[in-house]
């Protein structure tokens, strides 16, 4: 590690507990951009800068609140009213500024929030193919995780995940559709909360899936998820499944006040643990400080339906074509591409650049993925096993409010040619299919690479999942690596 690589990352250690004037944490994080992003360690996490974020500072000192002057980045597949372009990282929408804000995001801006800019994410949130390397995108390149940067940094949210753990923000939203923030969190040594679909608008948001769809905090302490949370959470009239998030969202962080694990049963899914012996190990010493906390621990064995993910994968290719497409038509001004066969058509066109490591054999499969009853029933039977006969069931019959598993395996080494192929353990897919709420605290790392702890609950169950994940914070007893900004081979 060079220097001054050094010296920056102690700044922003220093910085880290310390209140700070809004204008002199943006002037920090900008510096910080400068010198790890592209330069040094080439982190790759910072897709591009709010050119107004100095004066947004300014402004934001008229507001106040807890969030006011909070410099924070934005996954480049969420809207932002600056001049901005939101690309989802591919070439196709390299001029797509649509001066406007999504509605979570003009919630966080009345909030006080400044946005320093947008990060790099897998393109296209990670569905163009199956054989991707997460969080390379034609507009963004690679990024690079900090505690490793021969890493990956997971994805979607890649660059969410890295810039917050390499300190160049103060914190940042990202989206999931099954993984997409609790992934990069979990890897990237950070707070990860996908809220139950529906808590969060979604409009003006690159798409996906209308069912699994959500953005999230990503953070360095569930408090602070917790605080941008109750910022983001609310109705939205363009966005029909949050018709009922005004019931639901409510002042996050007093929910998790004083927080307790005493008493709190809480199922452990032990064949999400997987078979590596070092997670498992980390995993025993958090089930050692839970009990410690009072936590009552109920074994489950249960693995799910594989039906599911068959299921899932039937209902993503089939709201990919008809959701994206439907964004795509609606952007203001004329964009080089109106639906999901436009971009395929695209990146044929431009395969120098967008089809270079891989192809896009998941969007061709979405655009001939059009039989409405296959799908509906598809959709039917994946929520009932994740959710009705899911994690409905596992609480019910344990007699458990949370379940708990590893989130994620230490990072891989990133491989452009073969693409990912990490440890397939945890969780999420249950969550993510059901869309009920998902929480990562970190919980220890294996070789100085992050791994996460996850929390899930039933639907709307949000604050009990964040106050559960603060109580296990505050208990935490393992020591959490620091970031090195260096590659893991050269230590």
């Not at 509605?103 to 949130?125: C, H, Y």
């Not at 808590?199 to 941008?228: F, K, N, W």
């Not at 598993?405 to 990072?411: K, L, Q």
């Amino acid at each position: 590690m060079t220097r001054t690589i050094a010296l920056m990352l102690m700044a922003a250690t220093a910085m880290a507990g310390a209140p700070a004037r809004a204008d002199e944490s943006v002037d920090t994080y900008l510096a910080r951009i400068a010198a790890l992003n592209h330069a040094g360690p080439e982190l790759n996490a910072v897709i591009a800068i709010n050119p107004d974020a100095a004066h947004a500072a300014e402004a934001a000192r008229a507001i106040s609140g807890p969030l006011s002057g909070k410099a924070i980045l934005v996954k480049d597949n969420i809207e932002i009213a600056e001049p901005l372009p939101t690309t989802a990282g591919s070439l196709a929408l390299a001029n797509n500024v649509t001066g406007r804000d999504a509605p979570m995001i003009a919630r966080l801006r009345r909030a006080g929030v400044v946005f320093l800019g947008k990060t790099n994410l897998s393109e296209w949130a990670n569905i163009r193919s199956g054989f991707s390397s997460s969080g390379w995108s034609a507009v963004g390149g690679q990024t690079r995780n900090p505690y490793a940067t021969d890493h990956t940094a997971c994805g979607s949210s890649s660059g969410s995940g890295a810039s917050v753990a390499a300190g160049l923000a103060w914190a940042a939203i990202g989206t999931e559709t099954d993984g997409s923030i609790t992934c990069p969190a979990s890897m990237n040594g950070l707070v990860g909360f996908k809220p139950t679909v529906g808590l969060v608008s979604r409009t003006h948001i690159v798409p996906i899936s209308h069912s699994q769809d959500t953005a999230g905090p990503m953070t360095h302490s569930v408090h602070d998820a917790a605080l941008l949370l109750t910022a983001m959470a609310g109705s939205d009239p363009a966005d029909t499944a949050t018709a009922t998030a005004d019931m639901h969202k409510r002042d996050f962080v007093a929910a998790i006040e004083g927080a307790s694990l005493k008493g709190v049963r809480i199922g452990v899914l032990r064949k999400a643990v997987g078979e590596d012996a070092k997670v498992q190990a980390l995993f025993a010493r958090a089930l050692t400080d839970l009990k410690s906390a009072g936590a009552e621990l109920v074994e489950i064995d249960s693995a799910g339906d594989p039906a599911m993910g068959n299921d899932e994968l039937t209902v993503l290719l089939y709201e990919l074509r008809s959701d994206l497409g439907q964004y795509l038509a609606g952007l203001p001004g004329k964009p080089a591409v109106r639906s999901l066969a436009d971009v395929i058509a695209f990146n044929r066109a431009h395969a120098d650049a967008e089809l270079r490591w891989f192809g896009q054999d998941t969007f061709e499969n979405a655009e001939k993925t059009t039989d409405e009853a296959a799908y509906h029933k598809a959709r039917a039977n994946a929520l009932r096993l994740a959710g009705k006969d899911g994690i409905d069931r596992m609480l019910a019959q344990h007699h458990v409010t949370l379940l708990i598993a590893p989130t994620a395996g230490p990072a891989w080494p990133i491989d452009l040619v073969t693409g990912d192929h990490g440890l397939q353990i945890g969780a999420g897919n249950f969550p993510a299919v059901a869309g009920y709420p998902h929480l990562t605290v970190p919980m220890g790392a294996i070789e100085g690479l992050p791994v996460g702890l996850s929390f899930i609950s039933t639907a709307w169950d949000d604050a009990r999942v964040l106050a559960a994940g603060a109580a296990y914070e505050a208990a935490r007893t393992t020591p959490l690596a620091k970031p090195t900004l260096e590659p893991w081979r050269a230590r």
